[in-house]
Every structure is written in structure tokens, then in C-alpha cells.
């Protein structure tokens, strides 16, 4: 009988080695397990990855073998390994990801955490950890793909080249790679979910979302929806927000949560929605645990710019100021909805002169609405069927209020 080639093994194949406990004192033993137990489960929940089994795993506890040697004996393109070291009111880890081939780090982390709450800096730390190796595990195996022949990839190949390339703004490109996977496997769910972003991902800034390229995402998303249960519920939910339907998009956000604890979009999108709903305290919990959960994602200046509208928000202006300052710095370049910001919270804050030399920057730049009826406009579109609470149409009352006493004019 002629034997069975065996089945194309997983891209994102990985182990996580048992996290080191370096403390000296076995009995602290059991935080590090918890912490690779739970990684497992969260890396488990990357698509198309294949994470090997706790059993296995621990089998490695202890032994001094070599990435190269580890990737040989499991089959796995890549090794995480860690440790915690427990010292008084903190626990410093470090996190190491490592291409199994040739042994080479791919990405290291080192942060301190507060032990304080055991619970909540387990959580804090798997999803830190998770999120980091998501990104990029997702990054280098597209790399990896985009250099051998197109010939030898499949769907899934393609699919995870598409999510790597939008992750990274590279959306004409990317969309591409999707088209792609769907002309090789029609009902992939990974695909569906990246091609259903296009909509609103291609909206040019503070233009209107086209209603019937919302719709032929709403199919999209939900066609992979009765795919794969558990992929996709981030993309509906921003579809749904785009729609004015905010509370129908914060349930499809606490699902995805729930899916996934460590997805980073899931918790900035519940950030962002909560604000839609002039919620701007529990909005500003969920943007800090964004960027706690991922300090070097990409999309880190936009749960800056989060936090700065959910200060706002609370009338704290000048931390509405220090935020939109963050993320102008961190995206590298002048962003007009944070300059508009600024200028707003400088003007209600008292600092007139400021507000007004802030403006004047503002006007000569080469972006942004220059009159209270451009900023109305241009928010009428990024925000369309406003939610009706009236702590967020306040919001924007005050901040047309603090553009107009810089010196803005009407129209």
C-alpha cells in the first residue's frame, strides 16, 4: 500500500517552554506553571496556529536543549520561553521568542508588574504575552511566506499574509492576498473577516462609510460567523457602530472579549464604543488596558487618541492634552483630530493664549477642518446616527465650544 503523505503542518506551529521560576523558592513554582498553562490556552486562540500540548511541553522542564534541537523533535518553527522572577511587591518577567531553524530571537520583553493582586497580574501578564507573540508570530511567518513560491502556498498561507499586511496599513495589498485565499477555499473565515474590514478601513478619514459597502461587509463577517463562531465578532462589531447602532456593537465587542481576553481590538474597540455611549469612565478603562495589554502594538496611538477623547470627556483637559500629544508623537507625524483637540481643551482649561497660538499652527498645517461646520461635518461622518445619550452630544457641543472660543470660525 502506498503510505500517506503526511498533513501540511501548521505555519505558527510553537511550544512554550515552562516558564523559569528564578526566585530560588519552589513554592512559587506554581505561578510560573500558571502562567504557561494559561499562554497555551491564549496562543491557542491565534488563527491558524498550532500550539503544542502542555504534556509535551513540561517534558522540557529542566533540560538544556537547543531551539534547533526542539524544533526537530515537536516540529515547531517556533519556541517561547520565559521566567518570573517574584522580589517583594514585584514580579519582573522576561519573554523570549525564538525561531526554531536557526535559533535566532525574533522578539524579547522584559517588565515589571505588580504582585499586589495576584489574579489580575496573572491576566495582565498572559495577555501582554499573547498579544506580543500574535503580532509577531503573524509578521515573521508572512514574511517567511512572502519569500517562498507563490505556487506552494494555500488559502490559509494567503489569509495570514492578508491579516499581516492590514495589520500594517498595507490595505490595497493586503485585500489582494484575501481575494487570493477566496479564489482557493470560498469559505475562509480568516479571509471573509479581513475582506469585511475593507469598508471602513478604505473610508478616507472624516469621510462617510459607503451604507452598501457596510452591507457587503455585514455579509461577509457573517458568512464567516457560521463558519468559524469564534472569528469575527470585532469586525461585526465595528460594522454595527458605523450603522449607529452602538449598543448592538458593544455586545458583539463584549463576545469577541469573551472569545479572547488577550485580543487587543476587541478591548480598544470596547474603549472606543463605551465613549460612542458617553460612557468615558469605563471607556477609559478599557484604552488603558489596551495599552497596557500592548505597549509596542500598532495600533497603540489610537488607544491613545481614545484616552485623550475619554479625558476630554471627564473634563480632564489636561490629560485630554498630554494624550493627543502622545499620539501625534507616536504615529510620527501631525494628526488633526488631536491638534483640534488640543486646541479645544487649551481654550476650556483657560489657557487662551495658548488655545489661539495652538490654532494658528493648526490653520497653517496642510489637514483638518478649518471651521466649526468643517469639524461638524467631518464628525457627522466618522460618527454617523450619533448615539442619543447626552453626555456624548454634550461632548461634542463643549468641544465646538472650546474651537470656537480659540477662535475658530463658524464657517
Same mark, same amino acid.
Do not use: C, M
Given at each position: 500500500m502506498k503510505p500517506v503523505a503526511p498533513a501540511k503542518a501548521a505555519g505558527l506551529s510553537i511550544v512554550v517552554l515552562p516558564f523559569a521560576n528564578l526566585s530560588g523558592d519552589p513554592s512559587q513554582d506554581h505561578f510560573a506553571d500558571? !502562567?504557561?498553562?494559561? !499562554?497555551i490556552t491564549a496562543l491557542g486562540r491565534i488563527?491558524?496556529?498550532?500550539?503544542?500540548a502542555r504534556d509535551i511541553a513540561f517534558a522540557f522542564r529542566g533540560k538544556t536543549v537547543s531551539a534547533p534541537q526542539i524544533g526537530k523533535e515537536l516540529g515547531v518553527r517556533y519556541v517561547f520561553e520565559g521566567s518570573v522572577l517574584p522580589s517583594g511587591n514585584q514580579v519582573r518577567v522576561n519573554a523570549q521568542l525564538i525561531e526554531a531553524e536557526n535559533g535566532a #530571537?525574533?522578539?524579547?520583553?522584559?517588565?515589571?508588574? =505588580?504582585?499586589?493582586?495576584?489574579?489580575s497580574t496573572h491576566d495582565e501578564i498572559v495577555a501582554r504575552l499573547a498579544r506580543a507573540t500574535d503580532i509577531q508570530l503573524t509578521e515573521f511567518e508572512a514574511a517567511r511566506l512572502e519569500r517562498a513560491p507563490v505556487?506552494?502556498?494555500?488559502?490559509?498561507? *494567503?489569509? !495570514?499574509?492578508c491579516r499581516a499586511a492590514v495589520r500594517k496599513g498595507q490595505l490595497g495589498a493586503g485585500f489582494g492576498l484575501c481575494e487570493q485565499?477566496?479564489?482557493?477555499?470560498?469559505?475562509?473565515?480568516?479571509?471573509?473577516?479581513?475582506?469585511?474590514?475593507?469598508s471602513y478601513l478604505q473610508t478616507p478619514f472624516g469621510e462617510r462609510p459607503d451604507p452598501e459597502a457596510l452591507k457587503r461587509a455585514d455579509l461577509l463577517v457573517s458568512k464567516a460567523l457560521v463558519i468559524d463562531p469564534t472569528h469575527g465578532h470585532e469586525a461585526?462589531?465595528?460594522? !454595527?457602530?458605523?450603522?449607529?447602532?452602538?449598543?448592538?456593537?458593544?455586545?458583539? *465587542?463584549?463576545?469577541? *472579549?469573551?472569545?479572547? =481576553?488577550t485580543s487587543g481590538d476587541a478591548i480598544g474597540f470596547l474603549g472606543n464604543a463605551y465613549w460612542l455611549a458617553g460612557q468615558f469612565e469605563k471607556s477609559l478603562e478599557y484604552f488603558d488596558k489596551a495599552i497596557r495589554l500592548g505597549p509596542n502594538d500598532p495600533n497603540l496611538y489610537v488607544w491613545y487618541q481614545g484616552?485623550?477623547?475619554?479625558?476630554?470627556?471627564?473634563?480632564?483637559?489636561?490629560?485630554?492634552?498630554?494624550?493627543?500629544?502622545r499620539a501625534m508623537m507616536i504615529n510620527h507625524s501631525r494628526d488633526a483630530t488631536s491638534e483640534e483637540r488640543i486646541i479645544a481643551a487649551l481654550a476650556l482649561s483657560g489657557r487662551d493664549a495658548e488655545a489661539r497660538e495652538a490654532l494658528r499652527d493648526y490653520l497653517a498645517g496642510p489637514s483638518? #477642518?478649518?471651521?466649526?461646520?468643517?469639524?461638524?461635518?467631518?464628525?457627522d461622518a466618522r460618527f454617523p446616527n450619533l448615539h442619543p445619550d447626552p453626555r456624548i452630544l454634550e461632548y461634542f457641543d463643549r468641544f465646538y465650544d472650546g474651537l470656537r472660543k480659540a477662535g475658530m470660525a463658524e464657517g
Open positions: 500558571a !502562567l504557561t498553562d494559561a !499562554l488563527p491558524n496556529t498550532s500550539v503544542i #530571537s525574533i522578539w524579547a520583553d522584559q517588565f515589571d508588574t =505588580p504582585r499586589a493582586d495576584l489574579v505556487a506552494s502556498q494555500d488559502a490559509e498561507d *494567503f489569509a !495570514l499574509r485565499a477566496l479564489a482557493l477555499e470560498p469559505n475562509n473565515a480568516h479571509a471573509l473577516v479581513s475582506l469585511a474590514t475593507r461585526k462589531g465595528e460594522i !454595527l457602530r458605523l450603522q449607529g447602532r452602538v449598543d448592538q456593537a458593544i455586545a458583539e *465587542f463584549e463576545r469577541a *472579549f469573551a472569545l479572547d =481576553p484616552k485623550a477623547r475619554a479625558n476630554f470627556g471627564l473634563k480632564d483637559y489636561d490629560q485630554a492634552i498630554e494624550w493627543s500629544r483638518g #477642518s478649518k471651521t466649526i461646520a468643517g469639524n461638524k461635518a467631518a464628525s
